[in-house]
């Protein structure tokens, strides 16, 4: 569920009509709403309610600080992937007791950022990095709390690109060598072993790969405490997928997937954190743009918006479906056509859509691609010279510009000429 309903026939984030916002700020825009946000994280505080847990929102899928603080305000932790998220999660006011550190390519300046300024832990993907991390840790002074992320060789059973958990894949350590890396992390000064971690993939709309993998890391936790580890803490990563059309899908809900962690999990009196991004996020969002032309071609019609493939690349990189809508309600009766939706950019991967049907839509109409919240301006760039789209954030009935559009100029000062082109050339 969501709050971008349509209200006397104009779409409607929660109470501010998106025709009022794109007056005001221009299009394209992203546009997130704070009711699902909220909703969205306290579903997954529900779920897990009763035991030890922490919930951490995966930054990379929508990092704009307003969201942040947002949910940091709610109690959530961060899951970050880079210096420079941590950097957000801080900036947002997430303290570092709440910030849990993913990522395969982790420098040393990271890790030492992150352990001068506070961790909760490092999820560390290889012994290779371990080593580093107890250099690193143990030069400043200072104690790296860790779980090791194993790789569970299972199948997400989702798009190819978003599968990590399988043995080709990069990201942990392979669940089999996971006693001898734990040893050797136990060995290591400046490691403090307090957990395990693992994240199988992305837009997961079955529980039953989570059940295989957590099951695996029921047993590894035994294994390992049997060992002589003490883990305490239990990193399940995100994944937990949402409904990109309005209609046929049904994934599970976070309550069926706490169920599902409880009877897994529930008896290993660890604590729990998750770490989930598309389904807090991806749904809260949409993105709003403006019909520059209805093109008659060869057999179709192109509808030309003003966004592009650079400020939502999802469809042209997995190919990912968005509900595009209207903005101002079509009549019941109204006949809908068949289109192409496309943007201005300069190849034909900036489709947006093929044959989707719209009612009818004239140049400066507004459109809505749902669902866009994960992973849509976070993925954006500025290809074609194009200007990142600003971001507004609604609650109730008041809209703040959250991000604002960057001017021409701030985007060419960017670059500087060298010495020897800087006179003109005679
Ligand atoms: N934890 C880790 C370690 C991750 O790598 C990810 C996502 C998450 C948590 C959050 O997963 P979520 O709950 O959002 O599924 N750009 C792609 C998705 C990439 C996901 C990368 N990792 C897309 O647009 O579909």
């Known amino acids: 569920m969501d709050h971008f309903l349509y209200r006397d026939g104009v ?18 825009f992203y546009c997130y709403s704070t009711a699902t946000l909220t909703r969205h994280f306290r579903l997954f505080q529900e779920a897990l ?33 880079s210096g ?46 371990l080593r580093v991390l107890s250099d690193v840790a143990s030069g400043l002074g200072k104690t790296a709390p860790i779980t090791l992320r194993v790789n569970p060789d299972v199948d997400a059973k989702t798009h190819e690109k978003i599968a990590t958990g399988r043995k080709e894949d990069k990201f942990g350590v392979p669940i089999a060598r996971a006693r001898d890396v734990y040893a050797e992390a136990a060995r290591l000064p400046g490691i403090e072993v307090v957990g395990i971690d693992v994240h199988i993939g992305s837009q997961l709309t079955d529980l039953a790969p989570f059940e295989t993998a957590f099951t695996k890391i029921a047993d590894l936790t035994r294994e390992l405490r049997a060992d002589g580890h003490r883990i305490r803490r239990l990193d399940l990563g995100g994944g937990l997928g949402i409904p990109y059309t309005r209609s046929n899908e049904t994934p599970p809900l976070p309550l069926d997937y706490g169920a599902m962690i409880r009877r897994v999990l529930g008896d290993l009196d660890v604590e729990i954190e998750i770490e989930p991004g598309r389904l807090i996020a991806g749904n809260a969002g949409i993105l709003v743009a403006s019909v520059l032309y209805l093109k008659q071609g060869e057999g179709r019609d192109f509808l030309i918006l003003d966004a592009a493939m650079n400020d939502l690349i999802r469809p042209a990189m997995y190919g990912a479906h968005h509900d595009i809508v209207p903005v101002l309600e079509a009549q019941a009766a109204t006949d809908q056509r068949p289109v192409d ?41 500025e ?14 009935d008041q809209y703040a510009v959250i991000r604002a559009r960057p001017s021409f100029d701030e985007i060419l000062n960017r670059d500087t000429l060298p010495s020897w082109l800087e006179s003109p050339t005679p």
């Open 341 to 381: 939706i496309v943007g201005p950019v300069c190849e034909t991967g900036d489709t947006f859509a093929r044959q989707r049907s719209l009612p009818p839509l004239a140049p400066g109409d507004l459109v809505a691609f749902r669902s866009a919240g994960a992973y849509g301006a976070v993925m954006a760039s």
């Open 84 to 129: 420079g998220e941590y950097r957000r999660a801080q900036a947002a006011g997430v303290p570092g007791e709440r910030i849990v550190f993913s990522g395969v390519g982790k420098t040393r300046a990271e890790m030492a950022y992150a352990l001068t300024h506070g961790i909760r832990q490092f999820n560390v993907e290889s012994a290779e990095e």
């Open 49 to 81: 309610a009763g035991l030890d847990h922490l919930v951490c929102f995966a930054i990379k899928s929508l990092s704009n600080q307003a969201v942040l603080r947002t949910l940091g305000d709610l109690g959530a932790g961060m899951d970050v992937v």
């Open 11 to 28: 779409l409607h984030a929660e109470d501010v009509t998106l025709t009022e916002i794109a007056a005001h700020v221009g299009t394209p």
């Open 383 to 396: 290809y074609n010279t194009r200007p990142l789209i600003p971001e507004v954030l609604v609650h109730g």
